[in-house]
């Protein structure tokens, strides 16, 4: 949940979205955003429709899919809903391949998280996506693509 949690609501001018099986509603209280109770195999059976956004974030949650082919299943309906994607992890995993459908352009590490971000595959540029990570003590990193 903390990845979409803004210092200051009032610099957004858009509407964050919550995705979580267990978590959702703890996401919707603590974030006042919005959140749709649904695992990844309910959007793969396609239970669940998602709207249209500008990039989806996805935190510590891929490699609870089961195989190679539900992953590449996922990717394909994520790839309807954005042409940008942003995935979180502690170790680099799953590997997101061009044939799932996504391109990786770009990747950094802050502290003990590694952020790729992946272009749906022939949508054309990457466009520009700001990650700012915070730390209390520390400052703030900027990564601008």
Wanted: proline share 4%; charged share 25%; glycine share 6%.
């Amino acid at each position: 949940g903390d990845v979409v949690l803004p210092r200051d609501k009032k610099e957004m001018n858009t509407q964050i979205i919550g995705l979580d099986p267990f978590l959702s509603e703890q996401y919707a209280k603590e974030t006042s955003c919005p959140s749709i109770k649904c695992g990844f195999e309910e959007l793969v059976a396609g239970d669940v429709v998602l709207p249209r956004c500008c990039v989806i974030f996805c935190s510590y949650a891929l490699h609870l899919c089961e195989s190679k082919e539900e992953l590449a299943k996922l990717m394909n309906v994520l790839s309807q809903c954005s042409s940008h994607l942003v995935v979180l992890s502690p170790h680099g995993l799953p590997h997101i391949s061009q044939d799932m459908g996504w391109s990786r352009e770009w990747d950094f590490k802050y502290a003990n998280v590694k952020v790729h971000y992946y272009q749906a595959a022939g949508r054309g540029t990457a466009g520009s996506v700001r990650v700012k990570a915070h730390e209390a003590d520390r400052g703030q990193t900027d990564a601008a693509h």
